[in-house]
């Protein structure tokens, strides 16, 4: 079966830095579409970044556009989000998801799913 299994999350202050790596396993990733969600207390999973395995043009949410990047590794099998300039409202729980067929619009998306890594941001 296809795993996912993110990493990378912690602590980090107002400001700061984190990258998260989402490493796949178990099934050839060439035909899909990879995304980084996130969940915070509270609230709706929300998409906070997107990028076709093939390489397409990245889709970030507005709320961390001009902050974070995705980026993948074809050779290491890994997608990683680079986290910059972290605001309290970023804490979550952050999820690594592929989907070969549905677009991240779809609430339908991801066929497989990480369990999870959460970023604490404090002040």
């Known amino acids: 079966q296809v795993h996912l299994v993110e990493s990378g999350g912690g602590l980090v202050q107002v400001g700061g830095s984190l990258r998260l790596s989402c490493a796949a396993s178990?099934?050839?990733?060439?035909?899909?579409?990879m995304g980084w969600f996130r969940q915070a207390p509270g609230q709706e999973r929300e998409i906070v970044a997107g990028i076709m395995w093939s390489g397409d043009i990245p889709y970030y949410g507005r709320s961390v556009k001009g902050r974070f990047t995705i980026s993948r590794d074809i050779a290491e099998n890994t997608v990683s989000l680079q986290m910059n300039s972290l605001k309290p409202e970023d804490t979550a729980v952050y999820y690594c998801?592929?989907?070969?067929?549905?677009?991240?619009?779809?609430?339908?998306?991801?066929?497989?799913w990480g369990k999870g890594t959460l970023v604490t941001v404090s002040s």
């Open positions: 178990g099934g050839t990733f060439s035909t899909a579409r």
């Open positions: 998801a592929a989907d070969r067929w549905r677009d991240y619009s779809d609430p339908r998306f991801g066929e497989y």
